[in-house]
């Protein structure tokens, strides 16, 4: 039995192989062609950042924006984020894709302050390979300097994945991040692994509570209770908390009646690219303070 087992075993792990070997081969050309290509997209200035506009919930001012990544491919045109940052974290190239992202996203931000556009904040997404790197710190720093953007203006968001591996330095990492003066936030949470333990440990600034909570509070009674819970956990850490991938009206006046300090998402804008994100600031666009009389009028 156990040599006719070993046999079935074998036969169905050399057809497994065989039959996956193909689409593995095809997965493994496609990341090189992809990590190619964004080699060259780098040295050819085809990326290109798109902000998303962080609005306060009690004022309706935009305060902030999120720069986003997109790949302005010469043939595909552009490349949404999910489609290359994964290639670009195993390869390492996340790297120097992060720190251009870094420069450009403070330099821009500064020039529009410098045009009178007000003193909002900037996010940049950093990833776990960038977190680890020798040179985060003086990159950061180093970008503050050059572009003469106040630290307190540039927000860094995190993952939790982050705080898996090696808890004792990423708390002393993130304890010399904020030594610079920048604001740290956690982005997507409660969708990872993490422990709330870490969250009276770690010196975080923002809660960002994830896009797949926020969609379903206005049918989900396990959602909406998780959206109110992570408000108040926040707020009870006196830390600020921001509800993005908010697309209606319903969704906006719940985190509204339960204190939400500030949202994104496409019920006030995409994320724009720089000239349409400049326009919608010299407009002044504002969310109105009553949406549910919005909401009342249209219906
Ligand atoms: P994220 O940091 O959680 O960014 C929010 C994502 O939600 C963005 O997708 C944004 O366009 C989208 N979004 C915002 N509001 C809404 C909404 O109301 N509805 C829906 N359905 N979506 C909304 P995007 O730009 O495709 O970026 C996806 C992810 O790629 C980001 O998620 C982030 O993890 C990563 N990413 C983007 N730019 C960078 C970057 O410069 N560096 C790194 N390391 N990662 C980046
Ligand atoms: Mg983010
Ligand atoms: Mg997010
Ligand atoms: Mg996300």
Not at 7 to 15: F, I, P, S, T, V
Not at 29 to 36: A, G, K, L, M, N
Not at 160 to 169: G, R
Not at 187 to 205: E, Q
């Amino acid at each position: 039995h156990a040599d006719i087992a070993m046999y079935r075993a074998k036969k169905l792990g050399r057809n497994n192989f065989q039959f996956y070997t193909p689409a593995m081969n095809d997965e493994a050309q496609e990341r090189v062609r992809i990590e190619s290509a964004l080699r060259s997209a780098l040295e050819r200035d085809e990326f290109v950042l798109h902000y998303q506009p962080q609005v306060n919930l009690a004022s309706g001012q935009v305060v902030g924006m999120e720069a986003l990544i997109r790949w302005q491919h010469p043939e595909l045109g552009v490349v949404a984020p999910d489609r290359f940052i994964s290639v670009a974290e195993e390869t390492g190239l996340i790297v120097p894709i992060g720190a251009w992202v870094m420069r450009t996203a403070c330099a821009q931000n500064k020039a529009w302050q410098d045009a009178g556009l007000g003193m909002l904040r900037v996010a940049v997404n950093l990833s776990a390979r960038q977190f680890g790197a020798t040179n985060l710190l003086a990159d950061i720093s180093d970008v503050l300097a050059q572009t003469g953007l106040a630290p307190s203006l540039l927000e860094i968001e995190l993952t939790e994945s982050l705080f898996m591996s090696d808890v004792t330095l990423a708390v002393e990492l993130l304890h010399s991040m904020k030594s610079l003066g920048v604001n740290l936030s956690i982005d997507d949470f409660g969708t990872g692994y993490s422990s709330l333990s870490y969250l009276s440990r770690f010196p975080i600034d923002v809660l960002k509570i994830d896009r797949s909570f926020v969609s379903d509070i206005t049918r989900d009674a396990n959602d909406a209770a998780i959206v109110a819970s992570i408000i108040a956990l926040a707020h009870n850490l006196k830390l600020s908390v921001i509800a993005e991938g908010v697309e209606t009206a319903e969704q906006l006046d719940y985190l509204r009646r339960h204190g939400c300090d500030e949202m994104q998402g496409y019920y006030f804008s995409r994320p724009l690219a720089a000239p349409a994100f400049e326009e919608l600031l010299r407009q002044r666009k504002s969310l109105p303070l009553s949406v549910t009389a919005a909401h009342a009028e249209r219906v």
